[in-house]
């Protein structure tokens, strides 16, 4: 029972990334497409549309895996001990083919080719310092309310945060390294070249090392009192 129990767990993070990714690049295909004149109303289509499909998948997988979709969610879990180490290496490679078949599958839903390697490049101080402070910004998001009992709280949080941080981040809030090789394949408004996502991966773990540590200083046990 315990072994199906997490076959189940990681089918959840896949199945979660896929339609992440599926929504964060289909609404980005769709926004070019209504859009294509105003590159910051796509921006907003593409947002608002992610805001929303996050807050549901998170509501929807949260009981089964924790709704992490994103490793660096999974490894600052096992870092403060919520989670075993065992479970977060099983996930992230979860989490990561989730995202490549959620890419492909959006690309196939507008009628492109399933996999194409983006063209848009993303690289630069501004954009990587960006994902630094998103990525950092989401962990400590997620951890503050886990640790004050608030955890029911989580879905809303973090697709308001996400929804927010299109706007108020350079890079449009990656802050996820899995979704980040998923966004490699789609040669559409939400791809990323190759070329850039290293960069852009190795910002996203200084991030969540920065949240880590802003979430063991601020909130150092549990359940803390505010």
Request: charged letters at 10%.
């Amino acid at each position: 029972m315990a072994a199906a129990s997490a076959a189940r767990r990681v089918a959840g993070e896949f199945l979660g990334s896929a339609l992440l990714t599926a929504i964060v690049v289909g609404s980005g295909i769709a926004a070019q497409r209504l859009s294509p004149n105003d590159t910051g109303l796509q921006l907003l289509e593409n947002a608002f549309a992610t805001a929303l499909g996050l807050t549901v998948l998170i509501l929807v997988f949260a009981p089964l895996s924790g709704a992490h979709f994103n490793p660096v969610v999974s490894l600052v879990d096992a870092l403060l001990g919520h989670r075993t180490w065992g479970e977060a290496v099983r996930y992230i490679p979860a989490q990561v083919v989730g995202c490549i078949a959620g890419a492909m599958l959006a690309n196939l839903m507008f009628g492109e080719r399933a996999a194409t390697w983006s063209t848009t490049e993303r690289l630069s101080a501004p954009h990587l310092l960006a994902e630094v402070v998103a990525t950092a910004g989401l962990v400590l998001v997620i951890f503050a309310l886990v640790r004050t009992g608030r955890a029911a709280l989580a879905a809303p949080a973090v697709g308001a945060y996400i929804g927010a941080a299109y706007f108020f981040t350079s890079s449009a809030s990656f802050a996820n390294p899995a979704i980040t090789i998923g966004r490699m394949v789609t040669d559409t408004f939400a791809g990323i070249a190759p070329g850039s996502a290293g960069g852009y991966i190795a910002a996203q773990l200084v991030g969540a090392a920065l949240g880590w540590g802003c979430v063991r200083l601020l909130f150092p046990h549990e359940h803390t009192e505010i």
